[in-house]
T-cell receptor
Framework: AQKITQTQPGMFVQEKEAVTLDCTYD???????LFWYKQPSSGEMIFLIY??????QNATEGRYSLNFQKARKSANLVISASQLGDSAMYFC??????????????FGKGTKLSVKP | DTEVTQTPKHLVMGMTNKKSLKCEQH?????MYWYKQKAKKPPELMFV???????INESVPSRFSPECPNSSLLNLHLHALQPEDSALYLC??????????????FGPGTRLTVT
């Protein structure tokens, strides 16, 4: 069975500092995709970054980078230079069992990040 | 343009009402999704439409009825809901026919309250 685990219910970070949000996953598939989404209090899920299982390099998107360690089955999100607007819930997700181009997403329980001024 | 729109933003309905949630995207995506999200929980998949055909139904009660009139629109018809159906309903879309990440883009959601 596929599973995503986020062990940090809540995190605090000082503005302008970097923060790492943990994510581990479990799957027996050889090909899979990992995603991070941000959900502010307004409710919208905002796509941040994607890592494919065969990608040799860690994904980066602006201030977001994904620390992908395949052997450890971890896909941690690193946010550099935190901003007050980064305060939100962050979900790690994996392409689900249906796979393919119509695949569902399996989400972790999320980590609530609070950025302190 | 990576925008998915949803209407209404908020909806309060009684248990005997019939209402519909609407979702629209103009990104040429061929897969569209409905998720249900309870407070402080991750989203849970309800339905998937691929090329305007229902491809996945996650054992959702029949009081929820999805409809995909065309490749840009997705509706969720609601009838005889229960108070426990109160939640944030999220619509998403993704490319349906390409390899790659085909990440899902979400709308802002409809906050539904059943009284």
């Amino acid at each position: 069975a596929q599973k995503i685990t986020q062990t940090q219910p809540g995190m605090f970070v000082q503005e302008k500092e970097a923060v790492t949000l943990d994510c581990t996953y479990d799957t027996s598939d050889q090909s899979y995709g990992l995603f991070w989404y941000k959900q502010p209090s307004s409710g919208e899920m905002i796509f941040l970054i994607y890592q494919g299982s065969y990608d040799e390099q860690n994904a980066t998107e602006g201030r977001y980078s994904l620390n992908f360690q395949k052997a450890r089955k971890s896909a941690n999100l690193v946010i550099s230079a935190s901003q007050l607007g980064d305060s939100a819930m962050y979900f790690c997700a994996m392409r689900g069992a249906y796979g393919g181009s119509q695949g569902n997403l399996i989400f972790g329980k999320g980590t609530k990040l609070s950025v302190k001024p | 343009d990576t925008e998915v729109t949803q209407t209404p933003k908020h909806l309060v309905m009684g248990m005997t009402n019939k209402k519909s949630l609407k979702c629209e995207q103009h990104m040429g995506h061929r897969a569209m999704y409905w998720y249900k999200q309870k407070a402080k929980k991750p989203p849970e998949l309800m339905f998937v439409y691929s090329y305007e055909k229902l491809s996945i139904n996650e054992s959702v009660p029949s009081r929820f009825s999805p409809e995909c009139p065309n490749s840009s629109l997705l509706n969720l018809h609601l009838h005889a809901l229960q108070p426990e159906d109160s939640a944030l309903y999220l619509c998403a879309s993704s490319h349906g026919n390409t390899e790659g990440s085909y990440e899902q883009y979400f709308g802002p959601g409809t906050r539904l309250t059943v009284t």
